[in-house]
């Protein structure tokens, strides 16, 4: 039997991430921080247990959109939810216990590795492989349980040599206070993302909102010059022992002296220093974003494939219908 056993608001406050953490899977976008964060965005959080003949399997944030006088709910969940495969697989059931009566679309980013059989597992179960893919299915995870020359030796022949350059010319780096201001750090991440033709995902009050949510989870850091502007900017957000790559941009001058590498190399120490033994850089496309995926890769990471996004309905006609509709709607999404 699938249940949907939804968390007040006032108790996830305190005791949501804790059960979060008890689960296997979990990231920082499970946390109540997450969900806070995104509910300025439009979004009612909504957190559960998926339970399973009365067994905790999963434990799921769902961002969700209500069109009240339609009876249709718009469920997003990024990075799936923290437990098992088997509570993965019965979320849409469960959701549409909890909304029963009304129209349901559900969307996930099952962000995990695959498993045998696992398209098999999401069919029978009337998932279907989501249109117009938001994120990339593949993600290099590093090991920070390694020591540091362990680590630097499985750089990449070009990663370790550019690393070298950078620490003869890339300034030095700065790890930024709670209190320290973000508008350098947020300069540099939005011309990057100009010179490369990237949209802005994340806007500098939202950086600030999420760094007051988040508290020491959410780490910034720049690389600056010799004359103290900031000339690479990269941040992770962590929860429990791992930690998810967030934001990075690198100026026309970081570019020339490498800033970014000496930059990466010193915050996945702070990571490492912080208690985060899994470093997930996330994925890039091999053809739209090759040099992204190459400086990924070069850092000698696994290489993980992902089980992606997936959708579920309770009719068959708003896979359709709703995908047309939230072209816009769906960017409101996890960085990549």
């Known amino acids: 039997m699938i249940e949907w056993s939804e968390w007040r608001d006032a108790e996830a406050a305190t005791g949501w991430d804790p059960a979060v953490q008890r689960m296997s899977d979990h990231s920082f ?38 069109v009240r006088w339609a009876r249709l709910a718009l469920v997003w969940v990024p990075g799936a939810l923290a437990g098992s495969n088997a509570g993965l697989l019965a979320l849409g059931l469960a959701l549409r216990r909890r909304y029963r009566g009304w129209l349901l679309w559900v969307r996930v980013n099952a962000v ?11 069919e029978t179960r009337d998932w279907h492989r989501a249109r117009g893919r938001l994120g990339h299915p593949v993600s290099f995870q590093l090991d920070l349980s390694r020591d540091a020359m362990a680590r630097r030796a499985a750089l990449s022949r070009n990663w370790r040599h550019n690393l070298v350059r950078g620490e003869q010319r890339g300034g030095h780096i700065v790890v930024l206070a709670h209190d320290d201001p973000l508008e350098g750090a947020y300069r540099v991440y939005q011309e990057s993302g100009e010179r490369k033709g990237l949209p802005r995902l994340v806007t500098l009050p939202d950086l600030e909102a999420l760094r007051a949510l988040a508290g020491d989870a959410l780490t910034v850091a720049v690389a600056v010059n010799d004359d103290g502007a900031p000339t690479a900017m990269r941040a992770f957000i962590r929860f429990a022992e791992r930690a998810d790559d967030f934001l990075a941009g690198v100026s026309d001058d970081g570019r020339r002296c490498y800033a970014n590498y000496l930059l990466t190399w010193c915050l996945l120490e702070v990571a490492r220093e912080a208690g985060v033994s899994v470093y997930d850089m996330g994925g890039a496309d091999a053809v739209r974003a090759a040099g992204v995926r190459a400086f990924k890769q070069g850092l000698g990471g696994r290489e993980v494939t992902l089980v992606g996004e997936w959708e579920w309905q309770s009719s ?21």
Do not use: N
């Open 316 to 336: 068959r006609w708003l896979r359709w219908a709703v995908g047309r509709a939230l072209g816009g709607l769906m960017r409101s999404r996890v960085p990549a």
């Open 29 to 66: 976008y499970q946390t109540y921080a997450w969900g806070e964060y995104k509910r300025r965005a439009g979004w009612t959080p909504r957190r559960a247990t998926v339970l399973l003949d009365a067994t905790p399997a999963a434990m799921v944030q769902c961002l969700v959109r209500e």
């Open 112 to 122: 995990r590795e695959v498993w045998p059989d696992y398209t098999r597992d999401f």
